[in-house]
């Protein structure tokens, strides 16, 4: 690393966060039922198009779309909150500006918020204001136009704007639009690059520490305590003794699902 003992003290903070998001996975599987997947929980007709004639094979399939789904969906949010706590931040929407405006100000849209003078290019600015994404897969042109907007919105008011991508290296695509986006809006666009952080650039600028091996390491740690494959095994069974009772074939079962 070596980062001051204050950025191991809020990674350490920032880490009960994934631990929290770890319990949570249990739950998620844990929660996994039958009726869900009568309930339209798998598309009928792939399974056919598929070739799919064996109920070990339709519960691996559902368990499987079930968990990678509610991860997507949450994970997101887990990154953002994790990242905040990492570099000291609060949520725009807890802002004080955005507070009083009950949610009508500009700075409710960014996902952190770091106040303090900051200085870059001989350019002063009065905070830091950062979007945060998984990766480059989940930015859509859409999302670039919007975040062009706000950023030249956010430098109005003397901030300077970031989008974090958590993980990844390469973002050409996501250069290539924003350039044309930040133009538009009327934002710094000479260098698209200077807005986009990826992967251990976002500790590096942000925090001023390069601690992303740190940080994986501890995750590590804490994802040590849940066996992944065995929670995954354990649900699939089940799903697979259920359908075992309920159906005497496959057929019944899609009969069932529609």
């Known amino acids: 690393m070596k980062a001051p ?3 191991e003290r809020r990674i350490a903070n920032a880490l009960g966060v994934l631990e929290r998001f770890s319990d949570e996975v249990v739950e998620i599987v844990n929660s996994i039922r039958v009726d869900d997947l009568v309930d339209g929980g798998l598309n009928p007709y792939l399974l056919v198009s598929m070739g799919v004639r064996d109920f070990r094979d339709i519960a691996y399939l559902f368990v499987h779309k079930r968990v990678v789904k509610s991860l997507e969906t949450s994970f997101g949010y887990v990154l ?13 929407k807890d802002h004080e500006e955005c507070r ?8 409710c849209w960014w ?3 770091l106040e303090g003078e900051y200085e870059e290019r001989g ?5 830091r204001v950062i979007s945060v994404k998984s990766g480059s897969a989940n930015v859509s042109k859409e999302t670039l ?4 907007q706000r950023a030249a919105e956010a430098e109005r008011h003397g901030y300077r704007s970031y989008l974090a991508l958590m993980y990844g290296k390469r973002v050409f695509n996501v250069i290539g639009v924003l350039k044309s986006s930040l133009k538009s809006a009327g934002a710094r666009w000479e260098d698209p690059g200077d807005y986009v952080l990826v992967g251990r650039r976002v500790y590096e600028v942000l925090l001023g520490y390069d601690v ?6 501890k995750a590590i740690e804490i994802g040590v305590r849940m066996n992944f494959r065995d929670l995954i095994e354990k649900k699939i069974n089940e799903i697979l003794l259920e359908l075992n009772k309920r159906f005497n074939n496959v057929n019944e079962l899609l009969t069932e699902m529609a």
């Open 100 to 107: 009083s405006s009950r949610g009508k100000s500009w700075i």
């Open 123 to 127: 350019i002063k600015f009065r905070g």
């Open 212 to 217: 992303y091996e740190y940080v994986m390491q």
């Open 145 to 148: 136009e919007d975040f062009a």
């Open 5 to 7: 003992g204050e950025i």
């Open 111 to 113: 996902d952190i918020v």
């Open 80 to 92: 953002e909150e994790f990242l905040r706590e990492v570099l000291g931040g609060k949520s725009g």
